[in-house]
C-alpha cells in the first residue's frame, strides 16, 4: 500500500469523525462527468453518480450536468447555507496487489479501469463484466471524430471505485453476470469516520454479512470506496460477432426469446438503436465458426451475417459511441423484462426518445436530446411512463444527472441501510 495514500484516508477519517453535526461532503472523481459528486441536495456518487432528488420535485440548480467541484459547492451553499467539503478520490491511485495465479487484483478506488485492465491483459486475464466505455473485441483508439474521441477519454478516466458506486456493467454481463458477482471485498468510510472492511481477498467465502454487494450502485450514499478486490477471469482467445436485422420489436422480441431459451453459450446479446441484435461468442476461433452456423440456422427467417477482425470491433466501438459518445444527451438506463419490453418500446416511440436494449433485453438505454426551450419536459414524460409501467430507471448523463425515475418500490429498504451505514446522513438519502 502507498504510505501518501494511507495517510489521506487517515486524513479523511479524521476529518469525518470530527465533522461537526449538520456537515456535508461531496466525493469527487471517476465517472461519466469532470465531477460527479454525492451530498444532501445534488448528489452524484463516486461513480457515473446519483442525485437524491426525484423527478417531480423540484431539481436544486446544481444537479446540472457539466458543473465543476466548486460550482455545485456554491450551489449547494446557496440553496441551504451550509458549504459542503469536498473528498477528491482520484488521488486514490495504483494497484495494491495482483495474484494472476488465483485470479484476484486489489486497487485503489481511484485507479483508472484501463491500468487495471493493463495489468490484467499481460497475464492473459480480464474484467468479464465489463466497463461499458471499453470494448472488448479490441483496444480503445482516439479518432478525430469527437464522439469517439470523447468515449476513449471517459474510458481512460473511469475509476474502479466509479464503477463499483455506479453499479454499471457492460454488454459481458449476459454470460458472466454483474459486477455484483465479481467484488470480493471492499474497504470504505462510513458516514462516521470508520475504516470498514467487508468480504475477503478470497473466491470462498461465507462470514459476515455481504457488505460488497450492497455498495454496488449505492452511489456514494452508504461509503466512500477505498480499495476494491475483483476476482477476474482468462480472457477469451477469440470472438466472434453474429448481426442479425430484426423489422420490428415483435420480430426483436421472438430473436431475443429464441437465443435465450436455447442452451448456446453467447458472451454478449444487445439490440442497437436500429433494431438489429448483435450477438457476440467468445471461444477457441475454430470452433466459434461452427457455433455461429448452427445459431444461424435456427433463426434462418432472419437476415444474418458475421462479423469478424475490425468490422467485429468497429459494431462494438459504435454502439458504445452511440451511448457515450454525445456530450449533449441525455442518458438512462432501465431495468426491465422481455415480457415487458414491447409496452415500453411503444411509449419510448411516442416520446421520440432513442433506446438500445442490451443484456438480453433485460436493460434498456435511453438517449434523448433535451428541449433547449423546456430541457425537463421528456424527462418528466419519461418518468411518468415509467411509474405506469411499473419500471424503475436512472439518468446517467445529463440533464437530471442521477435522478431516480418511474416507481422505486426499495427505496425504504435502502433507507434503512443508509440510516445504519451514514445515521447523520452527511453522504446524500435515498
Sequence with gaps: MTPDVEQQIEDWSQTLRSAPTGQRFLVSGGGTKPSLLTGTGTGTGTGTGTAEKRIGSSLPSGSGSGRTVAEQSRALAESDGAAPQTLDTRGLSGIIEYRPAEFTITAYAGTPVSVVLEALAQHGQYLPFESPFHVATGPEERSDDAGRWRRADLAARTTIGGLVAAGINGPGRLRHGGLRDFILEVRYLDGEGAIRRGGRRVVKNAAGFDIPKLLVGSCGRLGVILDVTFKVFPRPLDYLTMRVMSENIDSTIEIIATLTTHPWDLDALEVQPDGSVLIRLAGHSDALVKHGQRIQSRLSKYY?????????????????????????????????????????????????????????????????????????????????????????????????????????????????????????GRLGNF
Design 304 to 424: 444474418s451475417s458475421f462479423l469478424t477482425g475490425p468490422q467485429q470491433h468497429q459494431a462494438w466501438t459504435a454502439y458504445a459511441d452511440w451511448l457515450w459518445g454525445e456530450a449533449d444527451h441525455a442518458v438512462a438506463r432501465v431495468p426491465v423484462s422481455l415480457r415487458g419490453l414491447f409496452d415500453l418500446d411503444e411509449s419510448l416511440d411516442e416520446m421520440e426518445i432513442e433506446r438500445a436494449y442490451g443484456s438480453g433485453g433485460n436493460v434498456a438505454w435511453l438517449r434523448w436530446l433535451p428541449s433547449s426551450e423546456n430541457p425537463g419536459t421528456r424527462l418528466k414524460r419519461l418518468h411518468k411512463c415509467l411509474c405506469e409501467v411499473k419500471c424503475c430507471g436512472q439518468v446517467i448523463q445529463g440533464l437530471g444527472l442521477g435522478s431516480w425515475l418511474g416507481a422505486f418500490p426499495g427505496q425504504a429498504f435502502y433507507q434503512h441501510l443508509k440510516n445504519v451505514f451514514d445515521p447523520r
